[in-house]
């Protein structure tokens, strides 16, 4: 790289000076304290423009592109699909749940929340957005950990022995570190 005298920048330059040592206190540019908090105000303040321009609100709500081209004509049709979806999801989710050992209205919060919530902030209009056999599995799994760790033994019974407090308390806490984990994926960019 280089600075603003053209020559290329060494390490351990300062970088008005190019003579290829750190310099000292005084080769710094030190403006009084007293004027930085206004100067990082300011970079707020255009930050904060910068994220609410309102073509980047178009990028994280998806839902203010399409939703001003939706033709009414449209409606009919994807009110039966949504019904044919709603047929298989429903069943479905309560399954999903029962693999998983929680209650089966677990399950039918798990196949309605998504679908509203990527109605707002999903991309693709083919996705199929839900509870899925391989989450059921691993959550059971760990709801399974959980209670080997806590000495309990889970199909003693034929029903979990887990309390229902506990299983929500294991659940919760998968779908948050899980979701932490998707959000800084998802800042980063990873294949998002």
Known sequence: GEHQGGEPLKFGS????????FGSLSDLDMEPYSQ??????????TDARHYMDPARLKYYFPITLWIP?????DFP???????????LLVPQAIAYSI????PPQWGLYSAI?????YTIFGTCPQLAIGPEGVIALLTGEAIHAVAETSGKDLYSTGVLSLTEEEKQEVCLSLCFYVGIFCLGLGLIRAGF
């Open 113 to 117: 929340f998504p679908l509203l919530l």
């Open 69 to 73: 081209k939706y033709r009414l004509a």
């Open 36 to 45: 930085r908090p206004k100067e990082r105000w300011d970079n707020l303040k």
């Open 99 to 102: 693999i998983a050992g929680v």
């Open 77 to 87: 049709v994807d009110l039966i699909a949504g019904l044919a979806v709603a047929m």
């Open 14 to 21: 300062s970088f008005g000076k190019g003579t290829g040592s």
